[in-house]
C-alpha cells in the first residue's frame, strides 16, 4: 500500500468515525431534534437507540487491527444506515442541508472501505 493511500484511507476512517461516534451518541441520548426528525420519517423512536448501538460497535469494528469479516460486516452495516437516511431524507423531501451529513458519512464509508490496507481486507483462495 502507498503512502498516499494509507493518508486517504486514515483520514478517511477517523473523519467517518468520528461522525459516526457523533450521530451515536445523538441518537442515544434521545435529543429532541432528532426525536422529532425520525417521528417525521416514520421510523419508531427505539430505531434510534438501536441504529446508536450499531454505529458504536461499528466504529470498534472497523478501528481494531484483524477480524476482516467483521469489519465488512461494519462497512456494510453504515453503508445500508447511511444510503437508508439519504434516501428517507429525499423521499420526504427534506433540504439539501439534511441530506449533507448522511451523504458525507457515505461518501467516506465508501473511501475507506476502497482505501483500506490489506490486513484489513478479506482474503479468498481459489478452491
Not at 486514515?10 to 457523533?22: D, H, K, P, R, Y
Not at 445500508?80 to 441530506?99: E, L, Q, R, T, W
Request: proline share 5%.
Amino acid at each position: 500500500m502507498t503512502k498516499r493511500n494509507k493518508i486517504i484511507y486514515w483520514i478517511a476512517t477517523l473523519w467517518l468515525s468520528l461522525g459516526m461516534v457523533s450521530s451515536a451518541i445523538v441518537q442515544l441520548s434521545n435529543v429532541q431534534e432528532e426525536v422529532d426528525m425520525f417521528t417525521r420519517l416514520g421510523y419508531p423512536i427505539y430505531f434510534l437507540s438501536l441504529l446508536g448501538v450499531w454505529k458504536l460497535l461499528g466504529v470498534i469494528a472497523v478501528l481494531i487491527p484483524k477480524f476482516p469479516l467483521l469489519k465488512e460486516w461494519a462497512y456494510a452495516g453504515f453503508f445500508f444506515s447511511m444510503s437508508g437516511a439519504v434516501f428517507s431524507h429525499v423521499v420526504s423531501g427534506d433540504d439539501a442541508k439534511a441530506v449533507f451529513g448522511p451523504s458525507l458519512l457515505l461518501v467516506l464509508t465508501v473511501i475507506s472501505w476502497f482505501f483500506r490496507p490489506a490486513d484489513r481486507k478479506m482474503i479468498f483462495e481459489n478452491p
